[in-house]
């Protein structure tokens, strides 16, 4: 089993700065791919932004694309989510996902194992 802790949610203005950590306990194995998503109210979870183990590899959702960074630190099993010039759009709920299989970084969520419990992120206008 693996753990993920999200942290560095809260309340913003628009144009500001968040960032995002998620740090991982247990079986946690060097080719997990992580990820992160994000829920608003009455929507469905959607993808934002996902890395290889490498960190050569990453994806992102279109509507973060040049705003938000997602790296990693191996040896602290942590994934960080810099999240720059946001939106109220951006309001939602973020989670931090991994999975432990070499089947590269995917957007569904439901190809992801292992999930956080969430942090809030809200941008005021």
């Known amino acids: 089993q693996v753990q993920l802790v999200e942290s560095g949610g809260g309340l913003v203005q628009a144009g500001g700065s968040l960032r995002l950590s998620c740090a991982a306990s247990g079986r946690t194995f060097g080719s997990i791919i992580r990820g992160w998503f994000r829920q608003a109210p009455g929507k469905e979870r959607e993808f934002v932004a996902g890395i290889g183990w490498s960190s050569s590899s990453t994806d992102y959702a279109d509507s973060v694309k040049g705003r938000f960074t997602i790296s990693r630190d191996n040896v602290k099993n942590t994934v960080l989510l810099q999240m720059n010039n946001l939106k109220p759009e951006d309001t939602a709920d973020y989670y931090c996902?991994?999975?432990?299989?070499?089947?590269?970084?995917?957007?569904?969520?439901?190809?992801?194992?292992?999930w956080g419990q969430g942090t809030q992120v809200t941008v005021s206008s």
């Open positions: 996902a991994a999975k432990n299989t070499n089947s590269g970084i995917t957007r569904s969520p439901s190809s992801y194992e292992f």
